[in-house]
């Protein structure tokens, strides 16, 4: 773990200091006069949907490397990135429910943003599982889908926009109140910090395994030897 | 004559039809009206808005921690199979 580099111990302590200072910010945050207490829902819901996107955009980015260069190593980032928009997707698909439970009355909607939300989260469900029982070609089947669940992103962001939604539109963060402010960025520096970490030690992990199925081979052609 | 005799099946059907919901209008008046019962106090559903956010929080900071564990347990085991493998190779040689 000694080689994983300054900037990481530093991000970490800076996580850590952030698990202390965020939660007292959001305390104090001004209650929303319409929504009321379940409105602190966002400052956790909100940064979680934006590190779905931001880890569906890295898959793709790895994926396209991957499928056009035969990058090893954009493959590699691929996976943590496809890993990451199903963790941080779970994560907006059970808060946003609960904050709609309160708010409109309702678990689901099945409206764009919910629907298209839940679509991309099948996609990079279904990155992983053709990743995982693809067989041979299951790297490149999944690096294709990547791409797809890539476009469906700004269609996801801008879908409150295009149609009539119960969700709330994308002018919320621009004109948040002010006192609010420093709730929501905070949470969401956090958030980054934490998909930052993660994104680095699920690589390190994927980057060990590679190197444990080389050592395997080179075992096995020293033992093949030894036996001729 | 099979023509007049198709009209006239539909009209019989339309006849049925049009007394089954006069019917059924009749016989659920009633009994939907007995429904309603008068409430002096009426309750409003209450939803706990503190335990919702204080679950999403949970949920959301349990995903993540359940990740980090098992990202650091994969790593230590194949870790700890990458030294094995490496004493053992270095051994044969």
Known sequence: ?228 | MTTIATIAMIGRWMRRAVLAMAVLAVSAAPALAQQFEKVDRIQREEIPAARFVAIAYGIIWLAILTYVLFVAGGLRRVNDEIADLKRRLRSKE
């Open chain 1, 1 to 228: 773990m000694r080689s994983l580099g300054i900037g990481f111990w530093i991000a970490l302590l800076l996580a850590a200091a952030g698990f202390l200072i965020v939660p007292s910010l959001i305390v104090k945050a001004p209650i929303e006069p319409n929504m009321g207490l379940i409105q602190k829902i966002f400052y956790f819901h909100v940064p979680c949907a934006i590190m779905l996107f931001l880890s569906t955009f890295v898959c793709a980015g790895g994926a396209i490397a991957f499928l056009f260069k035969r990058s090893e190593r954009g493959d590699r980032i691929a996976l943590a990135a496809a890993e990451l928009s199903v963790l941080f997707g779970v994560c907006v698909l059970t808060s946003g429910p609960l904050w709609g439970r309160k708010a409109w009355g309702v678990w689901w909607q099945w409206d764009a943003r919910l629907t298209s939300s839940l679509l991309l989260f099948l996609m990079m469900v279904g990155y992983l599982l053709a990743r995982r029982y693809g067989g041979p070609a299951g790297r490149k089947l999944s690096a294709a889908l990547a791409l797809f669940a890539a476009i469906n992103v700004p269609l996801v962001y801008k879908s409150v926009d295009i149609w009539r939604t119960v969700h709330p539109q994308t002018t919320v963060v621009p004109k948040l109140d002010p006192k609010m402010m420093p709730a929501f960025w905070s949470a969401f520096f956090l958030m980054t910090l934490v998909w930052a970490l993660l994104l680095t030690i699920r690589v390190r992990l994927e980057r060990a395994r590679a190197e444990l199925a080389e050592l395997r081979l080179d075992a096995e052609d020293d033992l093949a030897e030894v036996r001729t």
